[in-house]
């Protein structure tokens, strides 16, 4: 009896002295986070986000705040040659930080026109307004991947901004047809993003390097800025060749070719047969029609046999010209950049439906462009093969790292 006695004192006195321990531990207080934006610290305001609405203005918005004696024309003239306020725009954020009395008294309004940039208008002792540029941090990665269907897919499931696809799609448009890439296909890009006060992201800035796995080779681009200063940057493979051509293959986004370039053809409106110096592509009418190298219109006009056609002179070598067209939208001696729409698909002269008749030059000779082997655009000066080789390596290096996945 006397050890069951010493063994239920002990269990007791056990209990009492854990419930002892537990009760006087007492909680640390939570740490209250402190809210800074824009330079002030959001614990010292009465604080009110919101976005402009329909009918919104700067005035109309300052105006239902309590800004003692200040004038909104007065402000607004004040503040004018900083921030214009005939800017801002709906669905535009701004926060408006208020004392903390019962007056709420409008101590400052902050209008932010974007991600990069916001203006701070401030109503304590006088009215005064900055602008402030957030900065931007730019940093750089290098993605690769297999194609599991679309290039867009393959670059989301990285985490990558659709802009590159796109941007991939117009640096590649003369070397890979995208719509024949197969599952399995590898990529790699290094490419650099923008992101404001280094934690939000502003999009992709620039592409640094690429290459594609395409009918069993690897396609690289590299850009490159041969004439430093200029701002005008092609892209190049690993051996320094341009992947873009002088000239687009066709005058159309789609093409449907009627009728090639011969010797001697059967005329379908003259019933006779002649010679056909170019290439028909046939297309609804109003189909916009591209001059395929950047240039100047050397001729526009009409004529019983071309109907509303346009010249287009490239360069001291090349010219082309497009025929049967139902409107003209260009004139003589205007300049055009290679894609630009020069005209809409008709069928004005001898033609027998609608289409573009495109005619090409060498020389003053018209021949066959589609058996032409064309030059590809600004071909790499040997004088600038030396940098670029020493600009592409290191690039290259890190997208061979990751081609075997």
């Known amino acids: 009896m006397r050890k069951i006695a010493l063994i239920i004192i002990l269990v007791f ?9 537990t009760a006087s531990v007492i909680p640390a207080p ?20 919101d976005t402009i609405g329909r009918g919104d203005t700067f005035g109309s918005i300052i105006e239902d705040q309590n800004i003692g004696e200040n004038r909104v024309y007065d402000i607004i003239a004040k503040i004018k040659d900083t921030f214009d306020v005939r800017t801002v725009r709906l669905g535009k954020a701004y926060t408006l930080l208020r004392s903390k009395d019962r007056f709420k008294k409008l101590q400052v309004l ?13 109503f304590r002792d006088s009215v005064s307004v900055a602008k402030i540029i957030r900065p931007v941090q730019i940093k750089q990665r290098t993605v690769a991947g297999e194609l599991d269907g679309s290039l867009s897919e393959a670059l989301s499931k990285n985490g990558v901004d659709a802009a590159l ?6 640096v590649y448009a003369w070397s890979i047809d995208f719509f024949k890439l197969k599952k399995g296909d590898k990529f790699g890009v290094t490419f650099t993003e923008r992101y404001i006060d280094d934690t939000i992201y502003d999009g992709v800035d ?39 051509n002088f000239f687009l293959k066709a005058p159309l986004k789609f093409v449907n070719i009627t009728s090639r370039f011969a010797k001697n053809r059967f005329h379908p409106v003259q019933m006779i047969w002649k010679a056909h110096k170019g290439t028909d592509y046939a297309a609804p009418t109003g189909t916009p029609i591209m001059t ?6 050397e001729q526009t006009g009409y004529t019983a046999g071309n109907g509303n056609f346009v010249k287009v002179k490239h360069d001291k070598t090349y010219s082309t010209q497009y025929l049967h067209m139902s409107k003209i939208l260009v004139r003589r001696g205007q300049r055009v950049a290679q894609g630009a729409v020069i005209g809409k698909v008709g069928s004005t ?36 093969l030396p940098r670029f080789m020493l600009q592409m390596k290191p690039l290259k290096k890190v997208l061979d790292s990751v081609a075997d996945l």
């Open 13 to 21: 006195s056990l209990f009492s002295c854990e419930k002892s321990e």
């Open 30 to 49: 939570k740490k209250r986070t402190v809210v800074q934006q824009f330079g002030f610290n959001f614990d010292n305001f009465n604080v009110h986000h």
């Open 110 to 122: 902050i209008y932010q026109p974007d991600r990069g940039s916001y203006y701070v208008v401030d």
């Open 165 to 170: 696809a796109n941007k991939l799609t117009k």
């Open 206 to 244: 620039s592409l640094k390097a690429a290459f594609f796995e395409y009918k069993g080779k690897i396609i690289y681009a590299f850009p490159f800025e041969q004439n430093a200063g200029s701002g005008k940057i092609d892209y190049y493979d690993n051996h320094g060749k341009a992947l873009k």
């Open 292 to 297: 395929t190298a950047s240039g100047v219109v």
């Open 349 to 384: 002269g001898l033609a027998t439906g609608p289409h573009v008749c495109y005619r090409f030059w060498k020389n003053g000779v018209q021949v066959d462009a589609l058996r032409l082997k064309l030059p590809n655009s600004q071909p790499m000066d040997s004088k600038n």
